[in-house]
């Protein structure tokens, strides 16, 4: 399986940006299985856990995130994706895609760039 990310962007602040990632080569029952979760990694800081979404759509958040990130999933397409509305400074990163349990091979990222 290949984690492909893509959706970043240079935006200002208060902006919004949709990230979507594409789990190349998973099947669909594996794809069901599993939870997913977007990771942030700014420069210089280790990769920390933004959002999580289960089999049965429950989702959990980072403090930081809550309130202005939506992650979903969409089974028919085998797609996470993370709505990131009114976007912050602070909230420029490479953004991961990733099993939550499963830990796959990391993709790429995408870079999300927001100014002040």
């Known amino acids: 399986v290949r984690l492909v990310e893509s959706g970043g962007g240079l935006v200002q602040a208060g902006e919004a940006l949709r990230l979507s990632c594409r789990p190349s080569?998973?099947?669909?029952?594996?794809?069901?299985?599993?939870?997913w979760c977007w990771y942030s990694q700014a420069p210089g800081k280790e990769r920390e856990l933004g959002a999580s979404v289960g089999g049965s759509r429950s989702t959990n958040y980072a403090d930081s995130v809550k309130g202005r990130f939506t992650i979903s999933r969409d089974s028919a397409k085998k797609m996470v994706y993370l709505q990131m509305n009114s976007l912050k400074p602070e909230d420029t990163a490479v953004y991961f895609c990733?099993?939550?349990?499963?830990?796959?091979?990391w993709g790429q990222g995408t870079q999300v760039t927001v100014s002040s």
């Open positions: 080569g998973i099947i669909t029952s594996e794809f069901n299985r599993m939870d």
């Open positions: 990733n099993a939550l349990k499963d830990t796959l091979d």
